[in-house]
């Protein structure tokens, strides 16, 4: 993912994945934060003819990732989400409280944090082929709205197992393969 790709990014994110982190108007800011740190976070888009149709983030450490995003910065933006009724107070609290009680599942917390897929290119194997590409190792951890029957079958369907409900969340675990078979020369 680039800087050029954030507009397209943050319009499928809106209209498939309408958070409280959409409604704040602060995707932009997490976007260039994701790219802002290779190391630590993965930001992948998906592309059929040249058009953005899909993207995944991640981050190796979710305890880090944190401190980035509850920067002092991001605090006229949440306020205004509140003012205008874009997000409401109890919800800001409770994914306040659902992220705290995620992250003290495992340090470090190695997560997808958000995975789209436009819908007229949904159920055509983008997003599994995202979810494949990422560089990790060891593993990875999702959450998804305990609602969201949808995004809870993908993940089951990619081998992930839910092992917790925390408040609105419910956590899917993973183990990636944690090195490539060696070929034996001899």
């Known amino acids: 993912m680039t800087p050029s ?3 397209a990014v943050i319009r499928i994110h809106e209209r498939v994945l309408p958070t409280a982190t ?3 108007g602060i995707l932009s800011f997490f976007y260039k934060t994701m790219i802002s740190n290779p190391f630590l976070h993965i930001a992948l888009v998906a592309t059929e003819n040249k058009r953005i149709v899909g993207a995944i983030t991640a981050t190796r450490d979710a305890h880090q990732t944190q401190t980035f995003l509850s920067r002092p910065s991001l605090l006229f933006p949440v306020l205004s989400a509140v003012m205008t009724r874009r997000i409401t107070i ?42 494949s590409a990422l560089p990790m190792r060891g593993t990875l951890y999702v959450d998804t709205e305990t609602s969201n029957a949808k995004a809870q079958s993908f993940y089951e369907r990619l081998g992930f197992r839910f092992i917790k409900t925390i408040r ?6 993973k183990t990636l393969n944690t090195a490539p078979k060696r070929k034996i020369l001899g």
């Open 90 to 131: 109890r919800e800001l609290i409770d994914r306040l409280l659902t992220e705290r009680a995620i992250l003290a599942l495992a340090h470090p917390y190695q997560t997808i944090l958000t995975l789209i897929v436009d819908i007229p290119w949904q159920r055509n194997g983008i997003g599994k082929k995202l979810v």
């Open 5 to 7: 790709d954030f507009n």
């Open 22 to 24: 959409a409604r704040m």
């Open 168 to 173: 609105s969340s419910i956590v899917a675990v």
